[in-house]
């Protein structure tokens, strides 16, 4: 039995467990038993209610959160062969917050106008980070990739803050929101993320095969007959996408686009199998994060939005992992 074969029935275990631990609990407490029965039986009761209305779509949105982000923080570290690509390290992150602070303020609030809003301020972040940072795979790229996405997020937060400020009806929303987490997310937002989450993760599991070929320098794998720049730009275009989306949902949330796809790779010994990297990276995303937010409502009375757990976490496995990625490359 390979590692994959057992890692992933444990991740899905886990991440049940969370989930039911994060719909049990709440101003109605249920058991899990009770909690998981109201999905499918409602008996008009208020546990029933929270259970259905509230806390399973605030669930489903973290998941789905958790997992586009990390699948998009993978497909960065993959087409610009950096092992510390994230969504926030390289400013997606950022810009996409940016788009959907434009939008909830002084543009259209509809689900449309906002998820269009976030991917184009992504996909803006994203062109003036590989502008500045120059040609991946240069001998400093990874360092210059870093830089840029920093100067380029600073930006961009920046820019947001000038929103809120000039936005002041709006400016307490904005300000939760850009924390990150799930308090008050309901079924619209989870309507307005899943078709985009949804269609762009079948598209990086359908590359799967091309990202194993996008790891090797553009000329060998043009040997291999792939046309590795148009695949870098559509492949990047997935992983905008994917962050978009997530930051539309729950604010701009740090390090699981870094720490899933590492946590994958330590976990696997093949590092070939390119499908079942992305799968472990979307189930350790999906958990971490869905944990967070239970810890979040558990511990702390939802006082704390997962945002902030996520990034305690992540910074702590980020400094772990920091002296393997200066031994290791990508």
């Not at 794998?221 to 997530?246: P, Q």
């Not at 696997?268 to 992305?278: A, F, G, N, P």
Request: proline share 4%; with cysteine; glycine share 12%.
């Amino acid at each position: 039995m390979t590692r994959g074969a057992v890692l992933i029935p444990m991740l899905l275990g886990l991440l049940g467990l969370g989930a039911a631990l994060s719909l049990a609990w709440g101003a109605h407490d249920t058991s899990m038993s009770q909690a998981l029965r109201f999905l499918w039986q409602d008996d008009g009761s208020n546990p029933a209610f929270a259970v259905r209305a509230l806390r399973l779509p605030r669930v489903l949105c973290a998941m789905g959160v958790g997992a586009a982000l990390a699948l998009s923080g993978a497909i960065i570290q993959v087409v610009t062969r950096n092992p510390l690509g994230d969504p926030g390290l390289t400013g997606v992150s950022a810009g996409a917050a940016f788009g959907v602070a434009l939008a909830l303020t002084w543009l259209a609030t509809t689900a449309e106008a906002i998820m269009l809003s976030g991917i184009a301020g992504g996909l803006l972040a994203a062109t003036l980070t590989l502008l500045i940072s120059g040609k991946p795979g240069q001998a400093d790229g990874p360092g210059r990739l870093i830089l840029a996405g920093v100067a380029v997020s600073v930006f961009f937060i920046a820019a947001t803050g000038v929103v809120m400020v000039l936005a002041r009806a709006s400016m307490q929303t904005l300000y939760f929101w850009m924390i990150g987490g799930f308090i008050n997310r309901g079924w619209a937002e989870f309507v307005m993320f899943w078709p985009w989450a949804l269609a762009a993760g079948l598209c990086a599991f359908i590359s799967a095969p091309v990202l194993r070929l996008l790891l090797f320098e553009d000329d060998m794998a043009a040997a291999m007959g792939l046309k590795a720049a148009r695949w870098r730009v559509i492949t990047g275009l997935i992983s905008v996408i994917l962050a978009a989306s997530a930051v539309a949902v729950a604010g701009p949330i740090g390090f699981v686009g870094f720490v899933a796809p590492h946590l994958a790779r330590i976990c696997l010994t093949d590092r070939s199998r390119t499908l079942m990297w992305l799968g472990l990276t979307l189930l350790i995303g999906a958990t971490l994060v869905v944990w967070a937010d239970t810890i979040a409502r558990l511990l702390f009375d939802g006082r704390a939005p997962a945002g902030v757990v996520v990034s305690v976490v992540g910074g702590g496995v980020f400094l772990l992992l920091l002296p393997r990625l200066q031994r290791n490359a990508l």
